[in-house]
């Protein structure tokens, strides 16, 4: 027993050292292995050694040194393969689902969108997920292979258990979406592959983080607005998902007493005030509802109603980033989602709103920016929670356990 345990932390060290490295070169291309062994702290025969397999197995590459004369022989420097292991993305969305494969460093090699269809059950849009994977696998070569895959939902999820809690906007609710996607994915070309579930907001927190070029800000926030609004909070490299996998559901936040109803049950959130249902036609009358397109042809005609409800809740948004940044005080917030995209009538109030209240406190404003991957913010950080999992292999996944005292929404 003793010999099976030191055996096993054995490999276990092993298979930290070895996506330490990868780690460190996604963060830093073009080290050698004397460097890399300086910055993570490990003889230089075994960073040789576990290079050679990285490199063997297709993570790493090596690049041809150009001869430099006088100068000797130079250290050959070392990259993140950019084509022979990849990663899937998934969004799973409201209407549709958005599929993306990438490199180990987030670049877009293939895509697909597919709407659900007339059944908008869960498993029947799982299928549809399950479909719109494998088309994006057979757009790849033969010769790529994909290590991992990761799926964003709009709800709060069990990543531990592969299990959707609820996602209000679907009408889904104890879903497990990773058995049935792994159901469905039996007997393909991507059975066997390891899945990874997570909120919508979370995985595209998790893609500014891991597809960053430059080093993240901490803590990251980023604020995803659509039908829903959530966050996904980074803090110290790493996920926060809370005791119970809803950390940054602060799309229900309450930012006015006895305010418009939300979808979950109360008055007053922040999602009732700030995302898709705010913009669109008075009153609670499904007949009246516009879809965000049509707010955008208003908002090109200029019609003063529709113009008001979005400056209204951009000036909600800047109140709700304000006791956000209180909250945690971020070194960056990212916004996304498709309110996002209606752009300066809705980012103007909510940022001038946020300024002025860091000028009456004397504070700098926290800086905001837009999610740098656009509409595909979630389906990219999907893949990015693949990389996150795969590449810490020692982070603890927090299961949230069966007994969920509140539901979210
Ligand atoms: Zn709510």
């Given at each position: 027993m003793q010999a099976e345990t030191t055996a096993g932390s054995q490999q276990l060290l092993k298979v930290n050292n070895r996506m330490a490295l990868v780690r460190h070169l996604c963060a830093n291309p073009g080290l050698s292995r004397a460097d890399l062994a300086l910055a993570v702290g490990l003889t230089k025969s075994t960073v040789s050694l576990l290079v050679r397999e990285l490199v063997s197995e297709g993570w790493l590459a090596e690049r041809e040194v150009v001869a430099t004369g006088d100068l000797g022989r130079r250290p050959t420097p070392l990259f993140i393969d950019p084509d022979r292991l990849l990663l899937l993305g998934a969004e799973v969305g409201i209407e549709s689902v958005r599929v993306v494969a990438t490199s180990?460093?987030?670049?877009?090699q293939a895509c697909n969108t597919a709407g659900y269809g007339a059944s908008r059950t869960a498993r029947a849009c799982i299928a549809s997920l399950a479909t719109a994977l494998l088309k994006v696998r057979r757009q790849l070569d033969a010769s790529q292979q994909v290590l991992g895959i990761g799926v964003g939902l709009p709800g709060g999820v069990n990543e531990a258990r592969g299990v959707?809690?609820?996602?209000p906007n679907l009408g889904w609710r104890d879903i497990p979406v990773g058995a049935l996607l792994g159901e469905k994915l039996l007997d393909t070309p991507l059975d066997g592959v390891p899945l990874f579930i997570q909120n919508e907001a979370d995985v595209a927190a998790l893609g500014e983080l891991e597809f960053n070029p430059t080093p993240a800000s901490d803590p990251l926030l980023y604020v995803s607005i659509n039908q829903g609004l959530g966050a996904g909070v980074i803090v110290g490299d790493r996920l926060l998902t809370g005791s119970r996998g809803f950390a940054g559901e602060v799309g229900h936040m309450v930012l006015q007493l006895g305010g418009p109803r939300c979808s979950c049950g109360r008055r007053g959130c922040a999602e009732a005030l700030i995302a898709t249902r705010a913009m669109?036609?008075?009153?609670?009358d499904p007949a009246a509802l516009r879809s965000l397109a049509e707010v955008r042809a208003h908002l090109v005609d200029q019609d003063p109603e529709t113009l008001k409800a979005v400056h209204s809740a951009g000036r909600n948004l800047g109140v709700l980033l304000q006791n956000l940044a209180t909250a945690y005080d971020p070194g960056c917030i990212v916004l996304g989602g498709s309110v996002v995209e209606l752009g300066l009538p809705f980012l103007q109030p909510a940022l001038a709103t946020l300024n002025d209240y860091a000028a009456a406190a004397g504070l700098p404003p926290p800086t905001v920016r837009t999610s740098?991957?656009?509409?595909?913010a979630v389906a990219v950080g999907a893949a990015a929670l693949a990389r996150y999992r795969l590449t810490r292999p020692a982070l603890p996944l927090a299961?949230?356990?069966?007994?969920?005292?509140e539901e979210p929404a």
């Open positions: 180990l460093t987030g670049e877009i959707l809690h609820f996602a669109l036609g008075p009153g609670d740098r991957f656009g509409a595909n299961d949230t356990g069966a007994a969920v005292a």
